[in-house]
């Protein structure tokens, strides 16, 4: 993609599928991810979002829509895993994604690098768009103000501080679309085709689903425990 304005144009009131495997699954590789992502857009998803540099340079030979990349990294003394420094953000880009994710969350970050540093440098050296990953409605209007290209509900419930809350974050949401101007998407907890549709419906400029369409691993698993919770005792 050229520009931010063609990227907008590409994803709006679109589905973008977030194509990823937990590290001990042999989905965890970057021919599968890419079959997956390949797979999605097929069946005309806008754009894919995709974790780590191999699976996006994977993913870059078999796919010509856009990719949100990121590259979740633990840093010792940080909850902040999500693309959480500037140098992980180079290797997304590098790997050739389109949209930077980043946890923009109001947690304390490594090496204190601000939010709105990491969105700056992004802009400034890697010249690509980003979008800011947030919990809440307060770290939502920070984002934004900083200059993040798009803000989403991806982090709502899986913070200390929104821990109690059950994704989608439908309220939180509304409350975006309303506070804020630029584009928001929905991510987390779209679990049915209705869901991503309410979604739209609410103000989400476009929605991000993953594990109702590509976790295997998470699904199977709830599968066969609901199976095997309602099975009679064997005799």
């Not at 200390?160 to 409350?175: D, N, R, S, V, Y």
């Not at 309303?178 to 584009?183: D, G």
Request: hydrophobic share 45%.
């Amino acid at each position: 993609m050229s520009s931010l304005s063609d990227l907008l144009q590409s994803l709006h009131q679109g589905l973008i599928v977030s194509c990823q495997a937990p590290v001990d699954s042999p989905l965890h590789h970057p021919a599968v991810i890419a079959a997956i992502a390949e797979a999605a857009v097929n069946q005309t998803a806008v754009g894919v979002r995709i974790d780590t540099p191999a699976h996006i340079q994977a993913v870059r030979q078999r796919v010509d829509v856009p990719i949100i990349g990121l590259w979740k990294r633990q840093i010792p003394g940080s909850e902040v895993y999500i693309t959480p420094q500037f140098e992980h953000a180079r290797a997304v880009a590098e790997a050739g994604a389109d949209i930077i994710a980043i946890d923009a969350t109001l947690r304390d970050r490594p090496n204190q690098e601000t939010v709105a540093e990491l969105i700056q440098q992004i802009h400034q050296t890697l010249h690509k768009p980003v979008m800011a990953d947030v919990d809440t409605l307060e770290a939502a209007v920070a984002a934004a103000a900083f200059g993040a290209d798009w803000v989403g509900t991806t982090l709502y419930g899986y913070t200390p501080a929104t821990q109690h809350l059950k994704p989608p974050g439908f309220e939180l949401l509304t409350e975006m679309v309303r506070k804020i101007e630029v584009p928001v998407i929905c991510e987390g907890g779209i679990a049915a085709p209705q869901m991503a549709k309410q979604a739209l419906d609410l103000g989400a400029y476009a929605v991000v689903v993953g594990t109702a369409i590509t976790g295997i691993d998470a699904l199977v698993k709830a599968y066969c425990a609901a199976i095997a919770k309602g099975a009679p005792p064997a005799r």
